[in-house]
């Protein structure tokens, strides 16, 4: 119709790479995340998390990422990660049977239905370099 606004923010899409890893699992562990937003900016960020499981981790990572593109107002989500088990534990396709991991996916699940419209996929580690390289570097430091 003529004359009625349309919200500049309405229908936002990104894609958002996450990792996260732990050495001696546990162990030091960080949380990464890569945001690109379909025709604009790309996020990175990186954080020490403290003594964890390499699960623990990648739940972090996407609790942060997702918080980040909901931050900018992302209205789709597309999510990709090298961890097998978080994509079909988020997908419902594996049960959690860890218990420290249930709250993480809780979280996680109640900020992906804050989006338009998401999905997550597993890919192999290959394709998940930038996000890697970050929790790479904030546990080299930590050295």
């Not at 994509?87 to 900020?111: C, D, N, V, W």
């Not at 999905?119 to 930038?130: A, L, Q, Y």
Request: aromatic share 4%; with cysteine; charged share 30%.
């Amino acid at each position: 119709m003529p004359g009625l606004l349309q919200d500049p923010l309405l229908g936002r899409r990104a894609r958002l790479e996450i990792d996260g890893a732990s050495r001696g699992n546990p162990g030091p562990a960080a949380a990464a995340f890569v945001l690109e937003e379909e025709g604009g900016e790309t996020v990175e960020r990186a954080r020490e998390i403290g003594h964890a499981t390499n699960n623990t981790a990648e739940y972090t990572a996407l609790i942060d990422g997702l918080e980040g593109a909901l931050a900018r107002e992302i209205a789709e989500i597309a999510v990709q990660t090298d961890s097998q088990l978080l994509a079909r534990q988020i997908t419902g396709e594996y049960r959690i049977l860890k218990k420290h991991l249930m709250g993480f996916a809780s979280r996680a699940h109640a900020l992906l239905q804050r989006f338009d419209s998401w999905s997550i996929r597993h890919v192999p580690r290959e394709e998940n370099t930038r996000a890697d390289s970050l929790c790479r570097k904030v546990l080299r430091r930590r050295r």
